[in-house]
């Protein structure tokens, strides 16, 4: 049996998801140091063990298998007296590749990871900070999640998905004490790339790449996935960390934070350019990193 502090009245409980490293991490580490009961969840077992070798209540949650949505989160809130402060929503991957080249099983599988399984997960929580009157619900969007770019078609869509439910979301609770917040963060130094190679070689196949009206593209952007993305507005996962203390300590959070140079100008862009002009600037972004 596992045994797990006891509750303290009035303590900040968060569960925060995909916390195996990167920016789920970072902030798991930083709410720790602020005297938050941190619950942090992890797709891979050895993740999750490595977790708890820092001290970490961790248990394994994965978005595609919602089995574990169901037993991770009882098991948190077994051990918090059926409370939770917080929900952070984190922990999402990209599948590179042209949108007529991309299966839709792969469609299917990013949905299931980005969208599907933070309904799900979110769904099940609403209740419990319904009841309490109280809540904060916190979901890791994307520079993404606004500005559509080449060659991420799948990621930019469910994270265009993901901004439309949590804005409708945030329009539902009002009045209920649960407030909604989006952080969409810019390049951020994390993982990221590396998991989207690997996605990459999953689903764009030699066959597709060979057949494809994009295949000298693809050939370019791998060797540029395997080097890192390398970019000059890369920032380190703290800087997410701390909008993510203020969505959930602040009395008024906001609706939307910002996080890196490229998402502050686009934002702005966005709202002043046209969409022609915003796409020959992003079309012309993505045609030089190739």
């Keep these: 049996m596992v045994h797990s502090p006891p509750l303290i009245a009035d303590e900040r409980t968060i569960l925060i998801t995909g916390c195996s490293s990167g920016i789920g991490f970072e902030t798991a580490r930083v709410l720790r140091g602020r005297n938050w009961r941190v619950f942090v969840t992890a797709r891979n077992p050895e993740d999750v063990e490595r977790l708890l070798d820092l001290g970490f209540e961790a248990f394994r949650l994965d978005y595609e298998e919602p089995e574990t949505i169901e037993t991770a989160l009882a098991a948190v809130l077994e051990r918090t007296g059926g409370r939770l402060t917080a929900l952070y929503n984190n922990g999402a991957y990209a599948i590179p590749g042209a949108i007529e080249d991309l299966p839709v099983d792969a469609l299917k599988a990013v ?61 539902e609770l009002k009045g209920t004490g649960i407030m909604v917040s989006l952080v969409e963060p810019g390049p951020i130094d994390t993982r990221f790339t590396e998991n989207a190679l690997s996605n990459f070689d999953k689903w764009i196949t030699s066959d597709i790449v060979e057949n494809s009206p994009h295949r000298e593209t693809y050939k370019k952007r791998r060797i540029r996935m395997e080097g890192g993305e390398p970019g000059a507005f890369k920032l380190k996962p703290l800087s997410v960390a701390k909008r993510v203390i203020h969505a959930v300590e602040a009395s008024r959070p906001k609706p939307r934070y910002y996080v890196t140079v490229p998402t502050y100008m686009l934002g702005f862009g966005k709202r002043l350019m046209s969409t022609r002009l915003l796409d020959r600037i992003l079309v012309r972004a993505a045609d030089s990193e190739e």
């Design 111 to 171: 949905f299931q990871a980005n969208f599907f399984g933070w309904h799900e997960l979110t769904q099940r929580v609403i209740p419990i900070m319904r009841e309490q009157k109280y809540g904060r619900i916190v979901q890791c969007s994307s520079i993404l999640g606004f500005i559509a770019m080449k060659y991420r078609g799948a990621y930019t869509a469910s994270k265009f998905a993901l901004e439309a439910y949590s804005d409708t979301l945030r329009q």
